[in-house]
């Protein structure tokens, strides 16, 4: 079940949880398929499993009262769980589900080991954005300190002579769209920046 393993590394609440604890997710997780209108959780009962959508529609409703619809990527049923609580409202399939169910056993392990995976199902709908965005903009500087400087970031040098006059070294590094020029002279070669030109044109 690897697809479950990078499905559940890429969403919330999953995300927070290192790769031991979706190690006991993956293995005793078990995909699940129900037909519209099977009823998943009833009013009054306290449910035996934690659902997470693989594709599909589930509705929230409390005596007919639409409260919530959840659909892919979704999860529900932690609240109870985690509270061992009657739900209050039913849960059923509004268009046909495939889902991944896992054992009460094994969720209540995951909230006893990971406090921030437990305070994420009475997290409020502000708090998981925030919660997302962070997580994500740490994927990316993540992502950016990996990064190995390529062709795709690097320019030619702008090398100039030291004899070049400054109107000359100018016009080329326009030309070349440089910030800087590679100077050669007899001991070697120096650099200098668009700022350099700036400063000494301006005292000039």
């Given at each position: 079940m690897i697809a479950l393993f990078d499905n559940l590394k890429r969403h919330?609440?999953?995300?927070?949880?290192?790769?031991?604890?979706?190690?006991?997710?993956?293995?005793?997780a078990q995909i699940a398929y129900y037909p519209k209108d099977t009823l998943l959780i009833n009013e009054n009962v306290i449910p035996s499993t934690f659902f997470f959508i693989i594709k599909g529609i589930v509705e929230a409703k409390e005596h007919e009262v639409l409260i919530d619809i959840y659909h892919h990527d979704d999860v529900f049923g932690g609240i109870e769980l985690i509270k061992k609580q009657p739900s209050g409202y039913q849960y059923r399939v509004n268009e046909e589900l495939i889902c991944y169910e896992i054992p009460k056993k094994v969720f209540l392990e995951l909230c006893q080991n990971n406090s921030e995976f437990k305070n994420y199902f009475f997290s409020s709908i502000l708090e998981r954005i925030t919660m997302l965005k962070e997580r994500k903009e740490n994927a990316k500087m993540a992502d950016m300190m990996l990064t190995r400087v390529?062709?795709?970031?690097?320019?030619?040098?702008?090398?100039?002579?030291h004899s070049m006059p400054i109107i000359d070294a100018i016009r080329k590094m326009e030309n070349e769209n440089a910030v800087a020029?590679?100077?050669?002279n007899e001991s070697g070669y120096g650099i200098v920046t668009d700022a350099n030109m700036r400063k000494y044109i301006l005292h000039e």
């Amino acid at each position: 079940m690897i697809a479950l393993f990078d499905n559940l590394k890429r969403h919330l609440p999953f995300s927070i949880l290192d790769n031991e604890s979706l190690e006991l997710i993956e293995n005793n997780a078990q995909i699940a398929y129900y037909p519209k209108d099977t009823l998943l959780i009833n009013e009054n009962v306290i449910p035996s499993t934690f659902f997470f959508i693989i594709k599909g529609i589930v509705e929230a409703k409390e005596h007919e009262v639409l409260i919530d619809i959840y659909h892919h990527d979704d999860v529900f049923g932690g609240i109870e769980l985690i509270k061992k609580q009657p739900s209050g409202y039913q849960y059923r399939v509004n268009e046909e589900l495939i889902c991944y169910e896992i054992p009460k056993k094994v969720f209540l392990e995951l909230c006893q080991n990971n406090s921030e995976f437990k305070n994420y199902f009475f997290s409020s709908i502000l708090e998981r954005i925030t919660m997302l965005k962070e997580r994500k903009e740490n994927a990316k500087m993540a992502d950016m300190m990996l990064t190995r400087v390529d062709n795709t970031i690097l320019h030619s040098a702008c090398v100039v002579d030291h004899s070049m006059p400054i109107i000359d070294a100018i016009r080329k590094m326009e030309n070349e769209n440089a910030v800087a020029l590679l100077v050669k002279n007899e001991s070697g070669y120096g650099i200098v920046t668009d700022a350099n030109m700036r400063k000494y044109i301006l005292h000039e």
